[in-house]
């Protein structure tokens, strides 16, 4: 808009001037109502430009910071979830590998007869809480507690 205000203005500026000999009163006449329509152009493209900016300015002024905040307020609660996304991921592997285990147990219990005890084994292995306790647990209690009582 800047580039047609210029050009407006130097078609006017390079217009004759009203005193020239060479120009009839008409052509004078001609030459003044041109200019007045450039004018009026110039003043109507000044305008637009003028409302634009106004735009502008109430959009970055009053529109542009409430989607800031909302724009933080959504990053500020995302990063809890975030975080307890990869908390339940883990929690979900530490699971996963605790049933693998439950699963190998229940494989070597299969292979026994739990009723001829007084005390089931699964009693024994209550107090195991992650994957490698209950690897521990499983090792020790089959070679000290079910093993012997099998192997007699």
């Not at 109507?44 to 933080?72: D, F, G, M, R, Y």
Request: hydrophobic share 25%.
């Amino acid at each position: 808009m800047q580039g047609q205000i210029t050009n407006l203005g130097n078609q006017i500026q390079n217009e004759p001037s009203s005193t020239s000999q060479n120009y009839s009163e008409s052509n004078l006449e001609e030459i003044r109502r041109n200019n007045s329509d450039i004018q009026e152009r110039i003043g109507n493209i000044q305008s637009a430009v003028q409302s634009n900016q106004t735009q502008i300015n109430n959009i970055t002024n009053n529109e542009l910071p409430p989607i800031q905040t909302q724009i933080t307020n959504l990053q500020e609660n995302l990063s809890p979830l975030v975080k307890e996304h990869k908390h339940l991921i883990e929690e979900i592997k530490e699971l996963e590998s605790q049933i693998k285990c439950l699963n190998k147990f229940n494989k070597k219990l299969e292979s026994f007869d739990i009723y001829q005890y007084s005390e089931k084994p699964q009693n024994h292995f209550k107090k195991c809480q992650t994957c490698q306790q209950w690897k521990n647990c499983i090792n020790s209690e089959f070679k000290t507690t079910f093993y012997p009582v099998v192997k007699k």
